[in-house]
């Protein structure tokens, strides 16, 4: 675990764990299915994350992409790699929607479609509705 994952919330947030990489639930959602894929490796620039590490990176999203698109439906998918904050190699994964998603009796909105996401807008998602959402994401994984 690192600095970065246990911002996100690491252990209860771990929706699937590889060798090199960990898919987090992102607990501010921007969008409904919002997750974090974090670099295990102890890596704070892109360039240093090892070739396995690049090489299960396909693997990572293309599940990521499956799964979100099973689940949940999404129109696009944006990845962001920021690092201003957590300085550990990860991207914000954001599914995009044109119309807002019901989940759990709460609307969920996409106010930057089609324009980039709005990071600051969060869904709020309680305790239970979290645990449900990463439920459902690890079973279908």
Known sequence: MNATMKTFGYPETLVHSYDHWAVLFRPKQVTLGSLVL?????VQRFSDVSRDGFSELKTAVSDIERVLSASFRYDKINYLMLMMVDPDVHYHVI???SEPHEMGGISFADPGWPGPPELGTVNEVDD???????SQ???AW
Do not use: D, G, K, N
């Open 95 to 97: 599914p995009r929607y």
């Open 38 to 42: 974090v670099c295990t490796e102890p």
């Open 128 to 134: 239970q509705l979290q645990a449900s959402l990463i």
């Open 137 to 139: 994401l690890r079973e």
